[in-house]
Each structure stands twice: as structure tokens, then as C-alpha cells.
């Protein structure tokens, strides 16, 4: 491999990504448009025409805003490697001692990024969001975030990046297995800290109130025979009307937070459906699995990483031809992961699948477990409260979506409904 072939490839990888998304994106705007007038008779009962319109009008600003995202996403990319940005940076912090000057310059790469991404991380909030009633934020709320974000970031961080380029430096040849260990070992602590330390920097989170909803839960859990730490309502109305539930956290920690917007839009049957789809995630491994496939994942990059660290033409065909500045493993890190996204995009559609075939398994967990038809019902309320389209084009929802078109996923849980029924009489 030459640097000019490497440079040659990185293009073709780079404009590959930009035009299959566009296409991809275009296909969405298009297919939502088409449908736009008339709501799938699957939903004919349940959701308005203007709900079905806000939710294509939705859609297709989402996917306009998009397409200005990429746009500056490819331009930031060019400028760090081919133009290059990471070069001069590189050279500005020559001058500090080790390993302080490729601290910095992954300080500099991750302000300038962040900086020119604020603009467009501002409209989205306070103008797309806003335009279709579903932002209230605040701009003090908004900017505390980025500050609390930001502080969250050095305190995590700046610890582990310390350490990463400690084990390049002194790991020897196998400093990317050390790496990796690492990595995952600060993955768990995360994992830990976050529920009780990093989540409630942002939100206000407080016990599930008595009622129906917690005493269906309760019962479900028990059936499930499922421990949690917890039942929590997080304030998610605070910034957003959008809802959800997740789990966090696991082993004894783990807690189980339902967005107050959720609890306020679904009632106790629909609540405890929605829970026991979550549950079926965990109870089918399925948290496990993703955690274990990215472990995999991870392996692999470092392995490549630790190869290309090795290759000239890995540093000249991507803007930085100093070899002093080659022998930085903070350069070599950051070149590898500005660099990394094109070559990884084409394994979108695998993980994409991968997930909804885990919906369909949790969905079915669900019906089983507690009732097909209220999920289905939790569904369609969600679907219009977050004006999630119901006709997405199938070929950018193979592409992209981690959960089945509503159409889909909808009739599969009748046809679980149908099952039980029939299982029953
Ligand atoms: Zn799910």
C-alpha cells in the first residue's frame, strides 16, 4: 500500500458513505411524502390524519436537517485528515512534554469538533424540536448540559485517555490487548457510576408513585421473577416531550426509570407492557449479547490499530507526513477514529437487523408475558406522541432502524394477540 492508494481509498470510502446516505435519506423524504395524505389502514382507527401529517412533516425535516449534518460532518472530517487540521494541531502541541502535548491535542480535536457542531446542535433543539412542540428546553438548561456534559467528559475521560496512551508507550507489542481490557473495564465502571452518579447530574429522579401502574409492575416482576433496585420516574419532560423506559445499570445496581411523559400519555396495562418488553431484553440476553458483540468489535478495531500504527503510508495518506508526529500515539489515535467511519458505515445495515430481530424477540417476551394487544396500544400512542412515521421507506429502514416499521411490528403483535386468544378458548 502506498499513501496515495491509502488517500485514494479513504475519498472513495468518504464519498461512498455521503451518496449512499443521501440516497438512502431522499428514499425516506420521498416515501413518507407519498403517503402523507392518506394513514395506513392498520392505523386508520387509532391515529388522525393530522397526526399522521405532523409525523411525515416531521420526518422529512428530520431528514432535511440531516443532510446539512453530513454535510458538515464530511467537511470536519476532510479538514482534520487530507486538509490538514490534525497536522497543525499536532504541531502546535509539539513543543509540551509527553504524554501532555497528545492530552492536549485531543482536547483541541474535541473542542474545535464540538464548537462547530453547536450551531447545528442549537437549531435542532431550539428550532426543529421546537417547531413541531416537542422542545422545553431552555437555552440555560440547554448550556448547562453542554457544561455538565463537558465536565462529565474531562472527569471520565481524562483519566482513561491518560492511561491508554501510558500502555501504547510502555505495553510493548501487545499494548493494544492491554488497551482493550482497559476499555472494557471502564465500560463496567460506567455502566456502575451511571445510574446513582452521572444520570442524576441531568434529570430528577424519584420512586415510582403507588397505583395501578406500580402494583401491575410489581406483579409482573415478581412473575418474572426479576429483581430490581428500583422503580424511578426521571422528569424527561424537563427538555423533551418525546417518552420512554429503559433499564440501567445491572446486577444489584440495576433500577428501572420511566419517563414522566410515558406515564402520563399510557395507562397501568399499557405501562406494564411496555415494561415487559424491556424485560424480555434482559431476560433473552439480549444486553448481554450486545455487550459481548461490542467487546468483540472493539478487539478487533485495536488489533487493526495496533497494525496501521505500524504502516507510514496509514499516517501520509491521511494528511500527516511528520514523522515525529507519526511516532505520537495521541496522533495515531485520533487519526484512527476521525478516519474510522466511512470504513465502518457499509456494517450499519448487520447491526441494524441484528437489533430489530432482539424487538421482535422482546415483543414476543412481551405478548407472553403480559398483554400483545396493550403493547400494541402503548405502541400507537407513542408512535403519535413522538410522530415516529408510520410509512418509512423499507430500504432506509433496513439501512438504519434498530426497531421494525410500526406496520410490521403492529401486525406481528396481533397476530401474537390472536395466538394467546386462541391458546385460551
Ligand atoms: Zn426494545
Redesign the pocket.
Known amino acids: 500500500m502506498t499513501a496515495g492508494l491509502f488517500t485514494s481509498l479513504f475519498v472513495l470510502a468518504l464519498a461512498t458513505m455521503f451518496v449512499v446516505q443521501r440516497w438512502l435519506g431522499a428514499r425516506q423524504v420521498a416515501s413518507v411524502a407519498r403517503h402523507r395524505d392518506r394513514v395506513p389502514d392498520a392505523f386508520a382507527a387509532s391515529i388522525p390524519l393530522t397526526a399522521h401529517q405532523k409525523a411525515a412533516d416531521y420526518t422529512i425535516a428530520r431528514q432535511r436537517f440531516a443532510r446539512v449534518d453530513r454535510l458538515v460532518d464530511l467537511c470536519v472530517t476532510l479538514g482534520w485528515t487530507l486538509l490538514g487540521g490534525l497536522a497543525l494541531a499536532a504541531s502546535i502541541t509539539s513543543a509540551w512534554p509527553a504524554p501532555w502535548n497528545d492530552v492536549a491535542l485531543t482536547v483541541i480535536v474535541a473542542v474545535v469538533s464540538a464548537i462547530i457542531g453547536l450551531p447545528l446542535a442549537w437549531w435542532r433543539t431550539f428550532e426543529l424540536e421546537a417547531h413541531f412542540g416537542f422542545n422545553r428546553t431552555t437555552l440555560s438548561l440547554w448550556l448547562a448540559d453542554i457544561v455538565k456534559g463537558a465536565a462529565v467528559a474531562v472527569v471520565l475521560g481524562l483519566p482513561l485517555l491518560l492511561a491508554v496512551l501510558w500502555l501504547v508507550e510502555h505495553g510493548g507489542a501487545y499494548w493494544w490487548l492491554f488497551v482493550w481490557a482497559l476499555w472494557i473495564g471502564f465500560q463496567v465502571l460506567v455502566l456502575l457510576l451511571y445510574p446513582t452518579l452521572i444520570a442524576p447530574l441531568f434529570n430528577k429522579f424519584s420512586p415510582l408513585p403507588a397505583g395501578d401502574a406500580r402494583a401491575r409492575i410489581e406483579a409482573l416482576l415478581a412473575r418474572c421473577g426479576f429483581a430490581a433496585r428500583g422503580l424511578f420516574v426521571m422528569d424527561g419532560s424537563r427538555r423533551s416531550t418525546h417518552g420512554n423506559a429503559y433499564f440501567v445499570g445491572f446486577g444489584r445496581a440495576r433500577r428501572i426509570v420511566f419517563f414522566d411523559t410515558l406515564l402520563t400519555t399510557l395507562a397501568p396495562a399499557e405501562v406494564e407492557s411496555v415494561l415487559a418488553?424491556?424485560l424480555?431484553?434482559y431476560k433473552m440476553k439480549h444486553i448481554a449479547k450486545t455487550l459481548l458483540w461490542s467487546a468483540a468489535a472493539s478487539l478487533v478495531l485495536l488489533a487493526l490499530l495496533a497494525w496501521l500504527a505500524q504502516q507510514p503510508w496509514f499516517y501520509a495518506g491521511l494528511g500527516i507526513h511528520d514523522t515525529a508526529q507519526m511516532a505520537r500515539p495521541g496522533v495515531m489515535l485520533n487519526l484512527f477514529f476521525l478516519a474510522l467511519p466511512p470504513f465502518v458505515f457499509l456494517l450499519a445495515p448487520v447491526t441494524a437487523r441484528y437489533s430489530r430481530r432482539?424487538?421482535f424477540e422482546?415483543d414476543a417476551f412481551a405478548a407472553h408475558n403480559a398483554s400483545a394487544d396493550a403493547l400494541a396500544s402503548a405502541l400507537v400512542k407513542m408512535y403519535e406522541d413522538n410522530a415516529s412515521t408510520l410509512t418509512p421507506d423499507p430500504v432506509h429502514s433496513a439501512f438504519y432502524d434498530s426497531?421494525p416499521p410500526a406496520a410490521i411490528r403492529i401486525g406481528r403483535l396481533g397476530s401474537l394477540a390472536r395466538e394467546s386468544a386462541g391458546g385460551r378458548s
Request: proline share 0%.
Open positions: 418488553h424491556e424480555g431484553h432482539h424487538e422482546a426497531h
